[in-house]
């Protein structure tokens, strides 16, 4: 079965700490490939909501949310694509599904994905099989 994680930990790359690149979720495989489902989010976001043009977009989680300064514009983005995931890509199968913050530190960010089902909202790791199956089959549909 397709794990999903309990946390996507990003690293603040402005804070100048070269040795915080070795940490162990950070660099975990998982881990990795869950930034790379991120950036695929937030391109298909883009696209969905006709915001880029570019056929081959210059665009990623860590430069265009975690590297930037202005709050506003991360809410904003973030606010996307859960707009991508409820409105969109799991309209059919939940109430809601979004990526919120679970962690922050001067160093790290970290996100996990919920889901909204009759009015319950979950961790979606922690979700049963069957909602852990639809999320697997929609988000890999999203990826290269």
Known sequence: MFDIPHRIRFLKTHNG?????????????MNRQWQKFFDNLLIASYHYRKKNKAKNPDISFQKDVIDVSDDDVIEQRIALINYY??????????DECYITKCYSSGSFDDFYFVAKVNGFSFPLHLGNKKYRKIFHSKIIQTSP
Do not use: R
């Not at 700490?17 to 495989?29: G, H, P, R």
């Open 85 to 94: 995931l409820s409105d969109y890509l799991f309209k059919e199968d939940f």
């Open 17 to 29: 700490d070269a040795s915080l690149e070795q940490d162990c979720l950070l660099t975990s495989t």
